[in-house]
């Protein structure tokens, strides 16, 4: 098994001739948490679906688990959250139970069974602490009930990989540091490589054991001692910032 | 005479047969149609099926057999131009829904003007079907229900997020065009039961209707199958014992069923988000 869970070599994409990633060449090993930053139109959520294999790239290449997308078999052991605004119809008539199972589409052997996939299912939901509400309709909850109907989706397979693009939005504090907390015990215990897409880049020094920067380019991959110790740092967000942001660390 | 007396009749048996088959099939596909926001790919198609209806009969040739190739590959071209075409899918039914219709209007002015049986064609006739049709109409349709059964976690997952069932390893353009070919085969069967004109009703209505009252993506697609029955099979012994239209009292039925729904959500159960 290849050490390299995520392996960007020279990564550009282009919409309609405007490129909106140049460059990216990166690696990403097993356990590693890493905390993705960068203002709005930075290609963020573009990196996600090159990594992802929904985008094609116009140069480059990207491996996952030591493969190409069109060799890559095992997509069970990728769980995904993507951006809520971008998919969801709230009419949908689909309970919770059914949307959360969605997330064992591949799955292989025991999860794939009716049995295997209402305990993976049950089990999920009781990760969110919402299983007393798994036979509702998702389109009657509300927006923070939905967001955790949708991570308990990435989660049920149990991956090895979660990719999450801004999964606290929505989320009350509460359960945005509930969430946070779980995401950093399947990181500790479990060894799951972690890829999180926020706005919110104090937060992510408490959490994330790198922090990649980008804007359009990677400007800054690292750790978050790294990035606060960096000029980067104070380039981007002026010299008061370093007080601000990683203040917050820790 | 009493309605178990109607049915010792050779050609409602065949009605209720071929009836049931396609009801089946109609609803199955229309409730993910309907989700997809595809309802009116049915219609698109099914002006499609006119142009190639009258191909057949100016050639002279059963037109069952033009109209479904012609219309598995115009669903494919609404497919291919919605994808690549820049435009949304609506455009892209629009564009081969009116040529379709431009195409059957010129070939029916060749041929002499409209006749009978391009009529019979647009508003159906189910009574008048044969045991060969009943068969084809059967065996198309079991296809159609096998393959959704064999597809049925793929579809639900693409239905539901597109995005995510891609990120989840899917071939999103096979199951996309398995569906879209499914909608084609199924419009051709429905032209003979309730007629060209009429075929999205039987795709939209017992969705649109299940989705009032379903408690789930499976609960939905079971209650769409039992309204569509219900009201393909009242429909044909309406339309035979008040000497009606079929094809239109099938889909009269079918909205009746819908409105009643849709009062008992609104009255009932006002808290349920479905069908808005």
């Known amino acids: 098994m290849p050490a390299e869970v995520i392996k960007a070599l020279d990564l550009s994409h282009s919409y309609n001739s405007a490129e909106v990633l140049s460059g990216i060449t990166f690696s990403m090993k097993r356990g590693d948490y890493v905390g993705l930053v960068g203002p709005n139109g930075s290609g963020k959520s573009t990196l996600i679906k090159l990594i992802l294999g929904l985008e094609p790239p116009s140069r480059g290449s990207v491996e996952v688990f030591g493969r190409g997308h069109k060799d890559l078999t095992d997509w069970n052991r990728i769980g995904y959250l993507p951006q809520k605004i971008n998919f969801f119809n709230p009419h949908f008539p689909s309970t919770v139970r059914e949307v959360a199972a969605l997330g064992l589409i591949s799955a292989k052997g025991p999860a794939r069974t009716p049995g295997g996939k209402r305990a993976a299912v049950d089990h999920a939901l009781e990760l969110l602490n919402i299983a007393d509400i798994g036979d509702r309709l998702i389109g009657d909850l509300s927006g923070g009930q939905q967001q955790r109907v949708f991570i308990a989706r990435a989660l049920v397979s149990g991956p090895e990989l979660l990719i999450l693009d801004e999964p606290a939005t929505a989320l009350d504090p509460e359960t945005r540091d509930n969430f946070f907390s779980l995401l950093s015990e399947l990181n500790k215990q479990k060894n799951v490589s972690i890829i999180l897409v926020t706005h919110d880049i104090g937060s992510m020094g408490k959490f994330a054991s790198k922090l990649m920067y980008l804007d359009k380019k990677i400007i800054f991959y690292g750790s978050f001692d790294e990035f606060c110790r960096s000029d980067t740092m104070t380039q981007i967000f002026g010299p008061s910032s370093q007080h601000i942001i990683c203040h917050k660390h820790g | ?276």
Not at chain 2, 6 to 29: K, N, T
Not at chain 2, 37 to 64: E, K, W
Not at chain 2, 71 to 86: D, F, P, Q, T
Not at chain 2, 197 to 218: E, K
């Open chain 2, 1 to 276: 005479m009493e309605i178990i007396d109607y049915l010792g009749y050779p050609f409602i048996q065949r009605a209720l047969i071929a009836g049931c088959f396609i009801a089946l099939a109609c609803s199955m596909l229309g409730v993910l149609l309907v989700l997809r926001r595809l309802s009116l790919i049915g219609d698109g198609l099914s002006h499609v099926t006119f142009g190639s209806v009258a191909l057949g009969l100016l050639l002279n040739v059963y037109p069952v057999y033009i109209s479904l190739p012609v219309v598995m590959a115009s669903s494919l071209g609404i497919l291919r131009l919605a994808e690549k075409g820049r435009i949304y899918g609506d455009a892209a039914i629009g564009i081969v829904s009116s040529v379709g219709i431009a195409a059957g209007v010129m070939m029916a002015s060749v041929s002499g003007g409209f006749n009978v049986d391009l009529f019979s064609y647009l508003f159906g006739n189910i009574l008048s079907i044969n045991n060969t049709e009943v068969f084809s109409t059967a065996v198309l349709s079991a296809v159609v229900l096998l393959t959704i059964y064999m597809y049925f976690d793929e579809i639900f997952s693409i239905t539901f997020d597109e995005e995510f069932a891609r990120a989840s390893g899917i071939n999103t353009r096979k199951i996309n065009s398995i569906l879209v070919l499914l909608t084609a085969i199924t419009v051709v069967l429905t032209m003979k039961v309730v007629g060209i004109m009429l075929t999205s009703a039987l795709l939209i209505l017992p969705a649109a209707t299940a989705f009032q009252i379903a408690r789930g993506f499976r609960n939905a697609m079971i209650l769409s199958s039992v309204v569509s029955v219900i009201s393909v099979v009242s429909g044909i012994m309406v339309s035979f014992v008040l000497n009606l239209p079929t094809g239109a009292s099938i889909v009269l039925l079918n909205f009746l069923i819908f409105v009643t729904a849709f009062f008992y959500r609104t009255c009932f159960r006002t808290g349920h988000s479905q069908g808005r």
